[in-house]
């Protein structure tokens, strides 16, 4: 029998009181398991939130220098352990071996820059209209903070979350992704291990219907930041606008690249590919949609197909895999439903769309690199979160056309130009509606001292990352001082 995995409560490691499992399966191969989690329940979350209510003041009130040593801590736990947490989230969600070894060291850079954030001012002296008062602020902590983390990046993004949460003073209750549960209770050992105080940190582990709902509904849980879908995203803003709770939300996107005629080619298909393919498109920022100035398109598409050509699959402990299978059937299943939607609506299929044949795939959730042409704006494929290894080719005149296509979405998360005109560059930063602009880049990813977050629906309009995260798990407080004479 596999090895089964516990909560962490108030320093404790314990069993759900529903003294039920999960078990979480390879989706290289199915019918391999990883190993089983907690399947917990509301009572195990209130235990939890109780905690970390409990170890709040004397959390808050720890020096800031201090708090980040326990991160600092953290992080060279973590750096021993990088094979194992790599190799486990592999097995958990497909990726590649190379894409998790250099999430985790993202996760312990993450930690490392949070543990000198103690040492950075939290307030302002203000000049006062009197002349003998001292106006200032300060910050606090917002309180008891409800981590809801992803399946796609299992290691960075609760860390992302976590650090910054723990080292301005509040105290956490993480709930991860069922799929990818295993590897969070891991990471939440090197936090354990690294002697935070009894409450400060807790991990729950079960089905969101669950143990994600009653975190997000329980009144002692002072914030949620959360990332995946809108659906879900939506309901939390609600619940906690009921409330009088603090939340951040990190949901879909839909990201687009726009090719000009003067762009290095060679350079944006190369980035095209890899925003689009790599990590197998299950990425927030990952590349779906490229409007390619008519001028270059033939050339452009040709250099694309040439590349997901020698796109090699396979499982993510393979050393020459490029692209893992999907998370799980259910990704599997929506990838290719929107593969025969985009046929159905006239979108010409130009590689790949099926689920590849050789016998080593067939127990595995795999999917070819898929390239469409001839796709309306309005397309679903154009317009949705397909969250897979699917690109969408659009030729457009110009850069306004690109832009007002590019615009035409719901969502705005990140997007990238290709053009060696400084000008164009400008139009493109100051038109486009997203939060994370690349000229010349790829769409995935940013700096981790910079601010992460969209704008439309991809986001609650906070930002996660670097200073910025000060805004969110802190609060400001305004003082004035008079002295009596």
């Known amino acids: 029998m596999s090895k089964t995995y516990l909560n962490y409560i108030n320093g404790e490691w314990i069993t759900s009181q529903s003294n039920e499992t999960m078990v979480s399966k390879n989706p290289a191969n199915y019918t391999e398991e990883v190993g089983q989690v907690q399947s917990s329940t509301s009572d195990d979350v209130n235990k939890a939130v109780t905690a970390a209510k409990n170890a709040l003041k004397g959390w808050k009130n720890t020096s800031p220098l201090e708090r980040g040593e326990y991160l600092r801590k953290a992080a060279d736990l973590l750096e021993e352990r990088i094979d194992d947490i790599a190799t486990t989230a592999t097995l958990e969600m497909g990726k590649t071996l190379a894409e998790t070894k250099g999430e985790v060291a993202r996760g312990v850079a993450i930690l490392r820059y949070y543990a000198q954030e103690g040492y950075r001012k939290i307030g302002d002296n203000i000049p006062s209209a009197a002349s003998n008062n001292l106006l200032y602020t300060t910050r606090v902590p917002v309180g008891v903070v409800g981590v809801?983390?992803?399946?796609?990046?299992?290691?960075?993004?609760?860390?992302?979350?976590?650090?910054?949460?723990?080292?301005?003073g509040n105290t956490v209750i993480l709930k991860p992704a069922s799929e990818t549960a295993i590897t969070a209770v891991k990471i939440m050992e090197a936090f354990a291990e690294a002697g935070f105080p009894s409450g400060v940190v807790n991990i729950v582990t079960g089905r969101g219907s669950r143990v994600g709902n009653s975190l997000i509904e329980n009144t002692d849980v002072n914030a949620i930041t959360f990332t995946g879908s809108n659906e879900v995203g939506k309901n939390i803003a609600v619940n906690c606008i009921q409330r009088g709770a603090k939340y951040q939300l990190e949901m879909g996107g839909k990201n687009p690249v726009i090719v000009l005629d003067d762009a290095d080619l060679d350079l944006a298909a190369t980035l095209t590919v890899s925003g689009s393919m790599k990590h197998t498109g299950q990425k927030c920022t990952?590349?779906?949609?490229?409007?390619?100035?008519?001028?270059?398109?033939d050339e452009f598409k040709e250099k694309v197909l040439a590349q997901v050509s020698k796109i090699k699959i396979g499982p993510g402990l393979a050393e020459d895999t490029y692209m893992g299978p999907l998370s799980s059937k259910s990704q599997l299943d929506t990838v290719l439903s929107y593969v025969e939607k985009g046929k159905e609506e006239g979108a010409s299929l130009i590689f790949g769309g099926k689920t590849p044949t050789d016998e080593a795939f067939k127990d595995g959730y795999y999917v070819e690199p898929t390239v469409f042409e001839n796709v309306k704006n309005s397309m679903s494929i154009a317009q949705e979160e397909i969250f897979g290894p699917v690109l969408?080719?659009?030729?457009?005149?110009?850069?306004?056309?690109?832009?007002?296509q590019a615009n035409d979405n719901a969502f705005g998360l990140s997007a990238s130009v290709f053009t060696n005109n400084l000008g164009?560059?400008?139009?493109?930063?100051?038109?486009?509606?997203?939060?994370?602009?690349?000229?010349?880049?790829?769409?995935?990813?940013?700096?981790?001292?910079?601010?992460?977050?969209?704008?439309?629906?991809?986001?609650?309009?906070?930002?996660?990352?670097?200073?910025?995260?000060?805004?969110f798990f802190t609060s400001i407080k305004t003082v004035t001082i008079t002295p009596v004479q």
């Open 148 to 168: 809801v983390s992803p399946w796609n990046f299992p290691i960075a993004i609760p860390i992302w979350k976590m650090a910054p949460a723990l080292v301005y």
């Open 392 to 404: 969408c080719l659009i030729k457009v005149s110009n850069l306004e056309e690109g832009l007002e």
């Open 286 to 297: 990952a590349t779906s949609r490229v409007y390619i100035h008519e001028s270059v398109y």
């Open 424 to 471: 164009k560059s400008f139009t493109f930063v100051n038109e486009i509606d997203a939060g994370l602009i690349k000229v010349n880049g790829e769409s995935a990813g940013v700096e981790l001292q910079a601010p992460f977050g969209g704008m439309k629906a991809s986001s609650s309009h906070s930002r996660e990352q670097g200073e910025a995260a000060k805004e």
